[in-house]
């Protein structure tokens, strides 16, 4: 059982929560950044329903990605640092901006204090948002030597941001990172078991269909991973000697289609997900809503592309063992169902 200390930015996040709850099961104690003391026990009370009282061995820091204050009292003393926290909205803000400052600055503080505090490795959360998009699908799966061109056709601010804050991280990395190490994980869209009603975007996808909030599928294609599996290459990049200096794509097996995705909550729900649609949407109708919606219009770029990654290095390099998609996905149902977050 370690007592090494370790800070996890974003402990309120989806993927943060469960860092948190896997490091505190291996012993570590962990301190965590919120915006606000008052989070302090919505993150607690999360960590119950995943199976933890965390006690005195979880601590927290005040810490914004947008400023510099409280960054060196975060990271004193820590001997690893998760830099989770960035910026996912379900809407498309009004500027990019309000998503590259923070994620791209954000992690920019997060190494600069991490460096000067004397941390081991840093290990940043970024995206298959940073490696999949803006160029053509080549003959294979996209690999952790793909990038993303950031002003390539199609890209969102969201992946925009995630594109450059990796990209900074880098490039810090060569120029002033000194003893520090950095490792990155990217993994593709999210799913697994919920704590709370504070749903990241993947996790809506899920609950709409449930509800029967959209009347047809969407004709799109994306990866999936676990957030458990994620946790754990998380924790993996943290500590494994050869995950330095590396990036690492977590996905599940090939890409699948939101229609995919319904079939399966339809097959292994049963009553559960009688709302959920058969059919998929033709791609007019989205394009027309897009018209009015930006929310819709981020996503009618991605119609019927057809993409796909491997996570073959993590799994060669990090004995990384993933779930299948099909379990992770019923997973994020039934804690969806289990927590009253769908319609009943």
């Known amino acids: 059982m370690s007592r090494e200390l370790v800070l996890v930015t974003g402990g309120s996040g989806f993927i943060g929560v469960h860092c948190i ?19 302090e026990p919505d993150v607690r009370a999360m ?31 820590c001997d690893y640092v998760l830099h989770v926290a960035s910026p996912f909205p379900l809407k498309v ?3 990019e901006n309000e998503l590259i400052v923070p994620a791209r600055e954000g992690a920019l ?50 992946v925009k941001s995630k594109t450059l804050a990796e990209r900074a991280a880098w490039d810090f990395m060569a120029r002033e990172g000194g003893s520090l190490q950095l490792s990155v994980v990217n993994p593709v869209a999210v799913f697994g078991p919920v704590f709370s009603g504070d749903l990241s ?29 994620v946790a754990s290459l998380h924790l993996s990049a943290m500590t494994n000697p050869a995950a330095a200096g590396e990036r690492f794509l977590a996905v599940t097996g090939s ?27 033709p791609d007019w109708i989205l394009r027309i809503v897009g018209v009015f919606d930006s929310t819709v219009r981020q996503i009618v770029p991605e119609l019927g592309k057809h993409k796909d990654a491997t996570s073959a290095k993590a799994e060669r390099v990090l004995d990384w063992k993933p779930l299948s998609a099909e379990d992770s996905i019923v997973a994020t149902a039934e804690s969806l169902i289990q927590l009253g977050l769908v319609k009943r």
């Not at 298959?128 to 950031?150: C, K, V």
Request: with cysteine.
């Open 47 to 77: 960590l119950r329903v995943g199976g933890v009282e965390a006690g005195e061995a979880l601590s927290f820091a005040v810490a914004n990605l947008t400023g510099d204050a409280g960054w060196p009292q975060a990271v004193a003393g």
């Open 201 to 229: 975007t993947s996790i809506a996808i899920v609950q709409r269909l449930l509800d029967g909030g959209v009347p047809a599928c969407p004709r799109l294609k994306f990866g999936v991973v676990d957030v458990r599996d």
């Open 93 to 95: 803000p009004k500027d």
């Open 109 to 158: 503080r997060v190494l600069r204090a991490a460096r000067y505090a004397g941390v081991r490795r840093v290990v940043l959360t970024s995206s298959f948002a940073a490696i999949g998009y803006g160029t053509s699908p080549g003959p294979g799966p996209y690999t952790e030597e793909d990038w993303t061109n950031p002003d390539g056709p199609g890209v969102t601010p969201y």
């Open 21 to 39: 709850l896997q490091l505190l099961q291996a012993g570590y104690l962990v301190r965590t950044t919120v915006r606000s003391h008052d989070r």
């Open 255 to 281: 890409f699948i289609s939101i229609l995919q995705i319904a079939q399966i909550l339809r097959e292994r729900l049963g009553a559960a997900a009688s709302r959920v649609p058969t059919h998929e949407m």
